[in-house]
């Protein structure tokens, strides 16, 4: 079952705040905001809310803050999920002038995004596509795990017994995050931990992106020297549940 709260927060956290990451590293992206200098807050009734800031080419994605210069306003969490899938429009509260910039660049980069996170074989074979499209997934994939974690109502036992420590997810040449974890808590960490009790370790940008596509599981990975797992194995075994979910939740 798909908790319209859950999902929401996998919406605003996962997909919609890794526009920071396609701009970081796409540059038809980049070329698109270059010389913007705009901000978008997406807020919620009773809900949480997000600023994006772009500016000087870059795209920040700002949890909790509420002062953009668009204000966009959704009256439920069901509103909000239903703008995601292109069947609602959202409430513009503040900033008519610079509706332009939702309807050019910003609408413009939310194609990319969608270009990006839903791929086909023919588009995966192009190395520059791979890179991007790997990018994204990771991005989302640990955000939208920490939403589920944190608030999905079947997963409320689990995370009441959830063991407390630092796990470090890495590809090789490639992005790195920490995931910090204990009972009813996983967030995600400001700086890299340098003695997690677990690691998850990609060879290459390759290996992430066939298991994150489904080209490949996690077994015959990990039986191909692809992906490596250490460390304290009850705590990359209860993030695989959450992350198990996201699938559900976003498929």
């Not at 396609?22 to 809900?47: H, M, P, W, Y």
């Not at 974890?181 to 060879?203: C, D, G, H, K, S």
């Amino acid at each position: 079952m798909k908790d319209a709260k859950t999902l929401a927060h996998i919406n605003l956290f996962g997909v919609l705040a890794s526009l920071s990451t396609l701009c970081a590293v796409d540059d038809e992206a980049k070329a698109l905001i270059r010389g913007k200098n705009q901000s978008v807050t997406f807020r919620i009734r009773k809900g949480p809310r997000l600023t994006l800031v772009f500016k000087d080419g870059e795209c920040r994605a700002l949890p909790g803050v509420g002062n953009g210069q668009v204000q966009l306003f959704f009256r439920s969490y069901d509103h909000f999920n239903a703008l995601m899938d292109g069947q609602a429009n959202p409430i513009p509260l503040w900033g008519f002038t610079r509706l332009g910039f939702l309807t050019g660049p910003f609408d413009q980069l939310s194609k990319r995004l969608e270009f990006f996170l839903r791929p086909t074989d023919e588009r995966l074979v192009q190395p520059d596509y791979r890179r991007t499209n790997t990018a994204l997934l990771i991005s989302v994939a640990l955000n939208a795990s920490i939403q589920v974690a944190n608030l999905d109502p079947e997963l409320a036992q689990i995370r009441k017994g959830l063991p407390r420590g630092d796990i470090l997810f890495r590809v090789n040449g490639g992005p790195a995050q920490g995931i910090g974890i204990a009972p009813n808590q996983v967030q995600a960490l400001p700086e890299l931990p340098t003695e997690p009790r677990a690691t998850m370790t990609f060879a290459d940008m390759d290996a992430a992106c066939d298991l994150l596509n489904g080209r490949r599981d996690s077994f015959s990975s990990i039986a191909a020297g692809r992906l490596q797992l250490a460390g304290y194995i009850p705590l990359l075994d209860n993030f695989d549940k959450f992350l198990f979910k996201v699938n559900q939740y976003l498929n």
